[in-house]
């Protein structure tokens, strides 16, 4: 089961705050540094199919509760378009235990 959400950042990045709920303060947000095997292994609890896409870590970011990787997305950089740089989150993934509190959102914020 998946969303395609698309959002011009420029103009309605405050449209964010409808779907913010709080998100627990044990949970912290940055670029992964860990082993890939790791990020295979919370992606296989979302969705099996979605593993293939987690390979490079240069390009992944996560959620995480302590050291457990909660969400985590890839990010894209999808080139130009009339001289901006585009790009954007794929595959944003959050584990089924701690779905429905923000932090999926609030991952693609970062």
């Known amino acids: 089961i998946f969303n395609e959400l ?6 309605d990045l405050g449209k964010l705050d409808e ?13 992964y540094h860990g082993n890939i095997g790791a990020i295979k292994e919370a992606i296989s ?11 490079d870590l240069d390009n992944i970011v996560c959620a995480f509760d302590g050291e457990k990787i909660v ?18 989150p794929g595959s944003v993934s959050t584990i089924p235990d701690y779905r429905k509190q923000g932090i999926g959102m609030e991952l693609v914020k970062i």
């Open 19 to 31: 779907f913010k709920n709080k998100i627990p303060s044990n949970i912290t947000f940055g670029k």
């Open 6 to 11: 698309v959002l011009d950042l420029r103009n």
């Open 71 to 88: 969400s985590c997305c890839t990010l894209t950089d999808w080139g130009y378009y009339k001289d901006l740089r585009v790009g954007g």
């Open 45 to 55: 609890l979302v969705d099996e199919n979605w593993v293939k896409y987690f390979n």
